[in-house]
Structures are given as structure tokens and as C-alpha cells.
């Protein structure tokens, strides 16, 4: 269960917390509502409970606080806003790319993927997705790591009513498997419709927190719904009449035949149309002011039916319940106005009342297993008219039972059972399926490349340039050559959107600022640097050998040196962007810090050197070996000698300083976010 004490946003200027002191519970088993029109605090409550927010207050999911459970996201699922992921991914690989993140196996995505409906469009990317598929795959990445618990943000927003109806049987659905379900709704209907228990907030604070039949009973307006043919006719004669009687009456269109009529009485409005001759064929009181769509009346059409009934295409079942709705209405039967219709409207469960009546839940069920409309509508309009037919043709003492086969509630995914990776390939696979997931990576490569081709061809018709620079196709107009800059890009690209994500940023063990994750991309982004400079300096030899022959591509003689020096420089770039993304959380900032490290570190650096002092490094490596009292291997020493050399030059040391700075600003954020 989830026990929420005190949820207190911190002030705004002039303003006052967007949540002031908010306590209650969501129970295991049931579904919670928390209710609130826009601005009334219900984003800000839910990112204060995840620790998403700074604030006061403490929230217990299971009697521990999420910042002491191991692993929160196999105790919390979240869904908040749109799924956060690069549009070019697939459904299916942003479900494995947060396999690896959760630490549960891979399969687990296919298996979320069939429980919400989404195997076809497995392969489809995210930016192609319609609003109900992106709630779909929501669905499934909060249900990915099997958790105790879901916390979602206006999940039906947006939704059509089919869909709807399927999102809130899949969240009864883990309710009634032992889960705890809590959801926020700015609908006072759907809260009432779905929710077993609805919390209320106003303006940040607690309004009130009543069962979902209590909050029908004091919190929503009382109606009458009437069904009729002449719905245009009879709203328009009972505005008139109110309006002559100086009485507050609102007449609302719920589409096609159905009125609802907020003010006045069963008996009122079935006197007026008695007295004008219009036909009522339901007339009854509801609790609550359900609005479109809470439940499908007798004789009414889900949406898409209307077209078809229009075109002359109709399933045989609908055509049927027309005809039998049509020879009831010839014989005469007409509800009357009085408790007779109200029973018989509350024993129907079509959304007259707001408890979890079986025949509710039937139709939710139904379309959340995927049933069709008509079927949903088909069951609906039988059950209504047994009874009604019923009630004309014995004592109206005697009630109607209708006996419906029990349906199972959807299927869940199967339990899970994992454990943490001991070391940091949890990461490392993470960060691969990441960075290989979409195309970004490759079309960088492809433009540095040809880029960095032509820079070489041009370089070489110009001429006067040295063979070191030739090869890395380097202007000595630039602070850095297109390799480097591809380089630092792509390390930016590493903290993308998808670390935003709720149900990674609720889990400590995936944030972005742990140790283990950083030293993934670290080595993800070196080993592609060292990937792109390999392939730009064999790409800029080729193409020069084909314009220019074989003159410009003789290998200089101290290529070793000069290898370290690219590669250094190639990796540093990736380096400066992975941990500059990663302490400014944005691509652009990691970008431009690559850039200031040639701008404006290297003038520095070079200004250091050009002092007064003479001394060097040199004979570093043979005093290293004394100390050491061993011999270095496989001519251990040229390489040290050489790295030196690179450290030594001003872009090797701008870069050095560079990466110590921000590897220093990264740790600082890092102990800071867990002091706070």
C-alpha cells in the first residue's frame, strides 16, 4: 500500500506550494483516484511521493521509503506524460533497452508487449505511434520490472472511450491480482466510474477522501437521463418551460438520442412529455454526473458504429437489438417517472451507478481483453432489455435475473524473479542497446566521414599542409578536426531523453550520476571514438590515394606518436561531451563544452607554457623505472614517453585539465544528490 504523510511542495515567489500538506492512503487490492482539476497539485503530489521533486513530506510504498528499497522500480511502476524515448527507436528495443537498465531479462519485453496489445506494432518506431499506442507502450514500461504498485499521471488523457475502457480494466485488473493502483484524473466521472476510493485536492490542499459511492453521493450533481427519438424536441420544450417557470434547468446533449437532465425531476420531465406526446424510452435518476460515455445506454452505438449504421453496413447482432428496440417501443413501453425506473437503471450497471457492479466490470473486462465494440454493446443492450422486458411483463415485484458466464479478468504478465548484476554489465548492456537502438550514431559516423574526406582533398589542393594534419584532415583554421567534433557529439548524445524517464528516475540504481553507469558510457563512448578516428584516417588515406596518388599517403615517421596524439584527442572530445551532457543534462551544453576545450583551453595552456620556467619531463620514464625497481614490458617506456609527450602538448593538456574538472563537477552533483 502506499501511505502518503504530508506532501509539501517548496514555495513558490508570491505563490503559494503547489501541494500544501497532503496526507492519504492508496490500499493494496484497490484502485485510488486522485482528483483535481488542473493546477490543483496532482503532478506535483506524485513527484514529491517518487522523490522526482524537492519538498517536505515522506511516502511509504509497503512501509519503506522509496530512497530505501534496493531496486524501486520492481516496486513502483511509472507512467507520467508521454513515453521519453528518441523517435527513431522501436517499441520493441526501447522495451529491451529498459530490460537491461531494470536488470530483468530481456524476454520480459515481448511478454508486456503481449499483455497490452502491442506485438504488431513491436517494430513500429515511437515517433509513429497514435496517442492509445503511446499510452499502450506507457503501460507496458511500468509494468516491465513486474512491480507491487502503479503511480499514473492522467493515464486516460486523451484516450477515446474504447481505449479508456481497456486502460481502466487493465488497472482493475492489477488491483484485483493484489496490486495498488493509484491515478490522477481531472474527470470527477471517470474518477467515480473507476476508482474504489477518490481523493480530492483544491488549489494544493486535501479536499476530501471518501469511497467512490460516498463521493458520487455528496460530490456530483444529481441527474435525469432520458433516452428518446425526439431528444432535440424534448430539450428544446423543457428549456422552454423552465425558462417560463423561472427555474434553473441545463438540458445537455450527450449525442445521438440521450439527454441528461441536471435541476429537475423524473416526474417533471416524463409529465412534459406526456403532455407534448414524445416518446421516452428511458427515463431514470442517476447519481452522478457519469456524462458521455460512462456506459453505453440500450439501442446506443460505440464510436465508429454510427458511420457504419448510416452506410447500411451493420452487424447482424445490432441490426437484431434495433429491431427488438423498435417493436418495443411500438407496443407501448415507455419507463415511467418514478423509483421503479431508478432501481431498474441501478440494477443494469450501464453506468447509472458508480460501485463496482458486476456488469460494469464484465464490460470493462471485455475491452480490455479486446473485444469488440459491438459485443461490449451487444451484452449491454441484452442485459438492459431483460430487464425491461421483465418488468412489462410480470409483477413489477418480481425482479429480472440475468445469469452472465463469469469473465476472467485480463491476463497480467508472468511474476518475475531476478537478481542485481554483480558487476556492471547491467550497465554496459544497457548503454549498448542505447546507443545501438537508433540511427543517430551511424548517420554521425557517415557525415564526419565525408566530411572529413573532403576537408582532405581540399587541404591537399591547397597544399602547405603538414602530412600529420593531412591525414586527420585538421585545418590549422579549426580549433578541432570534424572527427573530434563527431566524436564529442556523439559521447553528448549519451545522456539522451530516455534518462528522464519516470520509471528509470524512480529506480537509484539506473540514474544517471552512478558510478557504474558513467563508466559504461565512458567506455562506450571511447571505444567509438576510437572506432571514428580509425575509420576517418583510413577514409581520408583512401580517397586521397584516388585524387592524388600515392604521394600524400606515405605513413610519417614518428606515426606512433602522432597515433596517440589522434587517438587521445579523438577520445578526450567523446570524454568532455559524454560528462558535460551528464552534469547539464542537456546534448547542446556537452556539445559546447568539446568546443571551449580547443576555444578557450588550449590558448590557456599554451599561454601557461610559454612562461619563464625552462625545465621539463624529460628522462620521466627511466627515473619512473628506478623507483619502481622493475623492467618495464613489451618496451613499456616508449609508450609512457609517448603519452607524456601528448600531455605535454597544449591540446593534451587542455584536454587533461578539462576532464578533471568535469570528472570533479560529475562526483560533486553526484554526492550531493544523495546528501539531499
Known amino acids: 500500500m502506499i501511505q502518503a504523510f504530508g506532501l509539501t511542495s517548496n514555495s513558490r515567489k508570491d505563490l503559494p506550494p503547489a501541494v500544501d500538506d497532503v496526507s492519504f492512503e492508496a490500499r493494496a487490492g484497490r484502485v485510488t483516484a486522485l482528483l483535481g482539476a488542473t493546477g490543483a497539485g496532482k503532478t506535483s503530489a506524485l513527484r514529491l511521493m517518487l522523490e522526482l521533486q524537492q519538498g517536505r513530506g515522506i511516502t511509504y510504498f509497503r512501509g519503506r521509503p522509496l530512497h530505501r528499497i534496493a531496486h524501486p522500480s520492481r516496486e513502483v511502476g511509472v507512467l507520467m506524460g508521454d513515453v521519453p524515448g528518441h523517435p527513431a527507436r522501436t517499441v520493441r528495443g526501447h522495451l529491451r533497452m529498459l530490460c537491461a537498465a531494470a536488470g530483468v531479462p530481456v524476454r520480459r519485453a515481448d511478454e508486456v508487449l503481449e499483455v497490452v496489445g502491442l506485438v504488431s506494432l513491436r517494430d513500429e518506431r515511437l515517433g509513429t505511434l497514435s496517442r492509445g499506442m503511446d499510452r499502450r507502450l506507457g503501460l507496458a514500461c511500468a509494468l516491465l520490472a513486474d512491480p507491487h504498485t502503479l503511480v499514473l499521471d492522467e493515464p486516460a488523457d486523451g484516450l477515446s472511450s474504447r481505449e479508456s475502457r481497456w486502460l481502466h480494466g487493465m488497472l482493475r485488473a492489477h488491483a484485483a491480482h493484489g496490486g495498488a493502483v493509484l491515478f490522477t484524473t481531472s474527470e470527477p466521472k471517470e474518477a467515480a466510474r473507476v476508482a474504489d476510493r477518490v481523493v480530492t485536492l483544491e488549489q494544493g490542499r486535501l479536499a476530501a477522501d471518501q469511497e467512490a459511492q460516498e463521493f458520487a453521493r455528496t460530490r456530483l450533481r444529481p441527474r435525469v437521463a432520458v433516452r428518446s427519438p425526439h431528444a432535440a424536441r424534448l430539450a428544446a420544450l423543457l428549456t422552454k418551460e423552465a425558462r417560463a417557470a423561472h427555474r434553473s434547468v441545463e438540458v445537455v446533449r450527450e449525442g445521438g438520442n440521450r439527454l441528461s437532465v441536471y435541476g429537475s425531476t423524473c416526474a417533471d420531465v416524463g409529465e412534459a412529455a406526456f403532455r407534448h406526446g414524445i416518446l421516452v424510452h428511458q427515463l431514470a435518476d442517476e447519481t452522478g454526473d457519469m456524462g458521455p460515455g460512462a456506459g453505453f445506454l440500450p439501442g446506443d452505438f460505440l464510436p465508429g458504429e454510427e458511420q457504419a449504421r448510416n452506410s447500411g453496413h451493420f452487424p447482424e447482432e445490432a441490426v437484431q437489438a434495433g429491431q427488438a428496440d423498435a417493436a418495443a417501443a411500438e407496443s407501448g413501453e415507455l419507463l415511467g417517472a418514478g423509483g421503479d425506473a431508478k432501481a431498474d437503471g441501478e440494477s443494469r450497471g450501464d453506468g447509472l451507478t458508480l460501485g463496482n457492479s458486476g456488469a460494469h466490470d464484465d464490460r470493462a473486462v471485455q475491452a480490455a481483453k479486446g473485444v469488440s465494440g459491438d459485443q461490449a454493446s451487444r451484452d449491454a443492450h441484452q442485459e438492459a432489455r431483460g430487464g425491461s422486458v421483465e418488468g412489462g411483463g410480470r409483477d413489477a415485484s418480481t425482479p429480472a435475473k440475468v445469469v452472465k458466464p463469469p469473465v476472467p479478468l485480463p491476463p497480467l504478465p508472468p511474476p518475475i524473479s531476478v537478481r542485481s548484476a554483480p558487476g556492471p554489465l547491467r550497465p554496459l548492456r544497457y548503454e549498448l542497446r542505447r546507443a545501438t537502438g537508433i540511427s543517430t550514431g551511424f548517420l554521425t559516423t557517415a557525415a564526419v566521414l565525408v566530411t572529413s574526406a573532403l576537408t582532405a582533398v581540399l587541404l591537399a589542393r591547397v597544399g602547405h599542409t603538414p602530412q600529420a594534419r593531412l591525414l586527420a584532415a585538421w585545418p590549422r583554421e579549426l580549433p578541432l578536426p570534424p572527427a573530434a567534433l563527431g566524436a564529442g557529439l556523439l559521447g553528448a548524445l549519451a545522456f539522451g531523453d530516455e534518462f528522464r524517464h519516470p520509471a528509470l528516475a524512480a529506480d537509484r540504481g539506473t540514474v544517471p550520476r552512478r558510478l557504474g553507469l558513467l563508466t559504461a558510457k565512458l567506455v562506450v563512448a571511447a571505444v567509438t571514438a576510437l572506432a571514428l578516428a580509425l575509420l576517418a584516417v583510413g577514409c581520408d588515406a583512401e580517397v586521397l590515394y584516388l585524387v592524388y596518388g600515392r604521394e600524400l599517403t606515405e605513413v610519417p615517421g614518428d606515426w606512433l606518436a602522432l597515433s596517440a596524439s589522434w587517438f587521445g584527442l ?90 578533471t574538472v568535469l570528472l570533479c563537477a560529475y562526483l560533486l552533483t553526484s554526492l550531493r544528490s544523495r546528501v539531499r
Open 570 to 659: 579523438v577520445i578526450g572530445c567523446a570524454w568532455a561531451g559524454v560528462l558535460a551532457a551528464g552534469i547539464f543534462r542537456s546534448t547542446t551544453a556537452g556539445l559546447a563544452a568539446v568546443v571551449a576545450v580547443a576555444v578557450l583551453g588550449v590558448p590557456l595552456v599554451q599561454k601557461a607554457l610559454e612562461g619563464a620556467s625552462v625545465r621539463t619531463a624529460a628522462g620521466l620514464p627511466a627515473r619512473l623505472r628506478e623507483v619502481f625497481l622493475f623492467q618495464w614490458p613489451f618496451g613499456g617506456e616508449r609508450y609512457l614517453a609517448g603519452a607524456v609527450r601528448v600531455i605535454a602538448q597544449p591540446v593534451g593538456g587542455a584536454l587533461t585539465l578539462s576532464l
